[in-house]
């Protein structure tokens, strides 16, 4: 609860407007189920006859399908919000993955040194020689040629997860390995040696709250960023299946139908990524700054 | 030409209300006198310096004040009027000139850059000049040393570099903040030994700004004490070192350890200085002041001048008479 | 008992300067190397205060660290209780290393920003007591230290610079040490408030039976709190006496050189003897004495030999040509009294 306060106490409007865009995706994605008009994923909700049809201000609209429908008379409104909670789900688990890969790596880096962190950094070196997409796509595609057709289905998600994950570890071991080396200086970390505490309870519980700063700083980012690559690899077809469309694969099956006129299958769905990802990065461009205990007291 | 500040005020603007760190500092140094402006950590000393070479940037602000060098007087609150007297008008010399120095630059090119800011010289002239500074300030081969980069030089060296980058375009005042606590005690006694004789060459009016009352015997004319952003004493040195008025700037005598008298416990003064915004009613020293009495809790008491020194204290110390 | 309570014999601690792996793979010349801390030997009795004294560089601070666990000796011997310290901090037996505890120089450093007070001071037992026993030691710990109950939940950065070295002090006395290394934890203080920190490090010491090794670069506040005093130079202990010896009949040309440097507060105006030129760099140590170089009574043995540890007539151990004595008996003293 201290640091909720704590992090709504340093930031301005901005902060607070973009936090607020993000609380209500999250709680539209959370609760998709009760909030969308159709179940989109229950083939039997749909009747062709609602196909192609233009958002309810047109006159050719209906009223039960606000933001119109796709070929196969989806409502554009229902698949939007569970694509919203695809997406939104993906990233998260995709940054908070690649935290955890990162601060371990970091962590353990900078605190213990010598040939693990030299391993450890060149491995982070190579990685980013690749870029995020081209490593997406290659786990994807390894994984659709190594595993049965099934169980690649089911595993689907996992793998975009991991995938953009191994692709984003980096920034968080470089910034962890970075605040390790400073706080591993400090008398409290020293202090801690001296009482011969074993080394992975000095970084859990002196070393890892005090880098925590920029990290989170990288997370905000990175959200936006995983999202926005889920969606890439969705766009491009290598991404999540088709079965459970997130965003990207709305974008994609929509653009088709462009040229066709039928612009709303791919305005709105482009319309609320966009939204998602600057919301994000606005909200956590702020809440950095709150989370610093010692920014919140009286100048001395 | 005696260098002169009147009146300066500085607060820190809050959304509750601006907080005074320095109120109605002044005081007068005249040419080759050095002026040791002493006083414990939240005093004001530190802001007080930066005020005078531009250095006070929002939320802390300038509030009053006024500067009389060369028969020209700068208001402080106006901040474009007080940018350009750094470096031509008034000298710093800072604590830690690792900091000061710029490690990408030979130590030559950054004094013949300031000589050339300041000074009309062309490049030649400007590291002739820059050579001579540097031998003058008793860096040893001067013009080897030119070329070298910060990192190079010893934590001496650099000071003495910084003190050189500091007199080069002929200052009245110079403002040194705590420019000998970083050094080691050997090394500190050479630096002092060089700005004692700097000081009477060039005659420049030295703002000493130090917490170390043993530096303050050696090299300043006169001392004043800052408490809580006020002065509460000034003396010429012999007389404040030896016979105190003012209770703190006894007690702070008193807790100073000396060699030799090492009976017991150090003579502690209980408490701390309040902060800046938690100043008590009267007196800011009465709560930890052994001659406090119910005046000193209801009333300030104001800084009165007297032959050649200034007292703020309703119950003085005897002194010398 | 066997021997004083803390003894040290020919401790020595050398860093080598890191260079990159090629030039480690390819260089034929041997890495540099900086002789940090040089055959140190001292001794402490129980409920004493060794202070240790130079200026930067002179290996005081790698001593302390040494002591303590943060570093490794490179050859030497460090007994507590005549039972050998070996190794760093972990690898030391557990019961021996509790013994041990230190207070740091800069008190914006040495506690954990995002720690409670309650935690910090009781950080030494962590795992031993319940939250509620923590609690209460956490209570007891700062009324030692001068400091109330209601500390106990708030955080370093409410408390003022002297008020954080008491933290420091007690967090230290939490696991109940008989030895504490103090690294300069004064000198980042005001005059008023080390006063404070050094009158309570003494009361402490004093009403616990505390060991206490006291580095500090200020000799005045070296010669407040401790019994003896060992000035270092370049690494090595060049001088070795009770306090009153060395204050009142220094031997080491160096030690006379610093006393004389200090100014008193008392006279003001006197000019400073100072020391002619700097401290050499620790790579390059100058050969026979280290200090030969700056010292007013070098003579040409100076340059060739390095002096030996001798004992004068009054009771000090020095390093110096100059300075007559019986030489200085290498063993050490706790295998002497386990021998007869």
Not at chain 2, 142 to 163: C, D, K, N, T, W
Not at chain 2, 230 to 236: D, F, G, L, T
Request: charge should be positive; proline fraction near 8%.
């Amino acid at each position: 609860m201290r640091l909720l306060r704590g992090l709504l106490e340093g930031t301005g409007r901005g902060t607070r407007i973009a936090l607020a865009v993000v609380v209500a995706y999250v709680l539209l994605a959370a609760f998709a189920r009760w909030v969308a008009p159709q179940p989109v994923q229950d083939l039997r909700s749909l009747d062709l006859m609602n196909a192609s049809l233009p958002p309810a201000w047109n006159p050719d609209g209906n009223r039960a399908f606000l933001l119109g429908t796709d070929e196969q008379g989806r409502d554009i409104v229902s698949g939007v919000i569970f694509g919203l909670r695809l997406s939104m789900g993906v990233g998260f688990a995709a940054v908070a993955l690649a935290m955890l890969i990162g601060l371990a790596a970091g962590l353990v880096s900078g605190y213990r040194g010598g040939w693990l962190d030299a391993l450890l950094m060149r491995a982070a070196d190579a990685q980013l020689t690749f870029p995020a997409i081209l490593v997406a796509m290659l786990l994807d595609g390894v994984a659709r040629s190594v595993l049965p057709r099934s169980v690649h289905e089911t595993l689907g998600i996992p793998v975009v997860i991991g995938a953009i994950a191994l692709a984003q570890w980096v920034p968080f071991a470089r910034a962890a390995r970075v605040g390790t080396l400073v706080e591993r200086e400090k008398g409290y970390v020293q202090a801690a040696q001296v009482m011969a505490r074993p080394w992975w309870s000095i970084v859990l519980s002196h070393v890892l709250p005090n880098v925590m700063g920029p990290i989170v700083v990288i997370a905000t980012i990175g959200l936006g960023n995983a999202i926005l690559t889920e969606a890439t690899l969705s766009f491009l077809g290598v991404g999540i299946p088709p079965t459970s469309p997130s965003l990207g694969t709305l974008v994609r099956t929509g653009s088709a139908y462009l040229p066709s006129g039928a612009w709303w299958m791919v305005v709105f769905p482009g319309l609320a990524l966009a939204g998602l990802v600057l919301a994000v990065n606005v909200a956590g461009d702020g809440l950095r700054d709150g989370l610093d205990p010692k920014q919140r007291s009286t100048v001395s | 030409m005696s260098v002169a500040l009147e009146g300066l005020h500085v607060s820190l603007q809050k959304a509750g209300g601006d907080i005074p760190l320095v109120q109605d500092v002044s005081f007068r140094i005249a040419p080759g006198q050095v002026l040791g402006l002493v006083g414990e950590s939240g005093a004001g000393k530190s802001i007080t310096a930066a005020a005078l070479i531009g250095l006070v940037s929002p939320p802390v602000r300038i509030t009053g004040g006024q500067l009389a060098l060369r028969e020209r007087t700068v208001r402080l609150e106006d901040a474009r009027a007080v940018r350009p007297l750094r470096g031509k008008e008034v000298g710093f010399v800072p604590q830690d000139p690792f900091t000061s120095l710029d490690p990408l630059f030979p130590v030559g090119d950054q004094l013949v850059e300031t000589l050339r800011a300041h000074l009309p010289l062309d490049r030649a002239a400007a590291r002739e000049r820059a050579i001579r500074l540097l031998e003058d300030v008793g860096l040893p081969s001067p013009a080897e040393r030119f070329e070298h980069y910060p990192h190079q030089l010893s934590g001496g060296m650099r000071q003495r570099v910084a003190i050189a980058l500091a007199l080069c375009a002929g200052p009245p005042l110079v403002v040194a903040d705590e420019c000998t606590t970083a050094l080691d005690v050997s090394t500190q006694a050479q630096i002092v030994s060089l700005l004692a004789r700097l000081v009477e060459e060039h005659g420049v009016s030295v703002l000493l700004i130090t917490h170390d009352l043993g530096v303050v015997g050696e090299l300043a004319t006169e001392v004043a004490i800052m408490y809580a952003g006020r002065i509460v004493e000034r003396a010429p040195v012999g007389q404040l070192l030896r016979a105190p008025r003012h209770p703190y700037t006894r007690a702070l005598l008193d807790a100073v350890p000396r060699i030799g008298a090492t009976a017991g416990a150090l003579a502690a003064i209980p408490g701390s200085m309040p902060r800046p915004g938690e100043l008590p009613p009267g007196c800011a020293f009465h709560p930890r002041c052994p001659r406090a009495s119910e005046r000193c809790r209801a009333e300030r008491p104001p800084l009165e001048a007297a032959r050649d020194s200034e007292l703020a204290c309703w119950h003085p110390l005897e002194g010398a008479g | 008992m066997t021997g004083p309570f803390l003894e040290l014999r020919g401790l020595t601690k050398h860093f080598e300067v890191p260079r990159p792996l090629l030039a480690r793979v390819v260089s034929r010349s041997p890495p540099a190397v900086v002789r940090a801390v040089e055959e140190v030997s001292l001794a402490l009795p129980a409920g004493e205060t060794l202070g240790v004294v130079g200026e930067s560089g002179c290996g005081k601070t790698t001593l302390g660290r040494v002591l303590v666990g943060l570093e490794v000796p490179s050859a030497g011997e460090i007994r507590l209780r005549g039972q050998r310290l070996e190794g760093g901090a972990h690898a030391r037996p557990r019961a021996l290393q509790r013994r041990i505890q230190m207070v740091f120089q800069d008190p914006y450093a040495s506690l954990d920003p995002r720690w409670r007070v309650r935690d910090i001071v009781t950080e030494p037992a962590v795992g031993e007591l319940s939250a509620a026993s923590r609690r209460e030691r956490a209570a007891q710990l700062l009324r030692q230290v001068g400091l109330s109950e209601t500390d106990l939940d708030k955080y370093p950065h409410q408390f003022s610079g002297g008020q954080r070295q008491r933290l420091a002090v007690a967090r230290a006395l939490c696991a109940e040490p008989e030895l504490v290394v103090c690294d300069e934890p004064t000198s980042a203080l005001d005059v008023s408030v080390q006063a404070q920190v050094l009158n309570l490090l003494k009361e402490t010491q004093e009403r616990l039976g505390l060991s206490l090794v006291f580095i500090s670069h200020d000799l005045a506040v070296i010669s407040h709190v401790s019994t003896a005093v060992a000035v270092m130079y370049l690494g090595r202990v060049v001088e070795w006496a009770p306090r009153a010896v060395l204050f009142a009949a220094p031997a080491h040309p160096y030690t006379r050189a610093l006393l004389e440097t200090i100014p008193d507060v008392r006279r003001p105006g006197r000019r400073r003897a100072a020391i002619p030129g700097e401290v050499p760099s620790a790579l390059s140590p100058p050969p026979g004495c280290a200090f030969h170089p700056r010292c007013p009574l070098a003579e040409p043995r100076c340059r060739l030999e390095r002096p030996s540890m001798r004992v004068t007539a009054g009771g000090a151990q020095v390093a110096c040509h100059l300075v007559p004595g019986t030489p200085v008996d290498t063993e050490l003293e706790s295998d002497r009294a386990r021998t007869g």
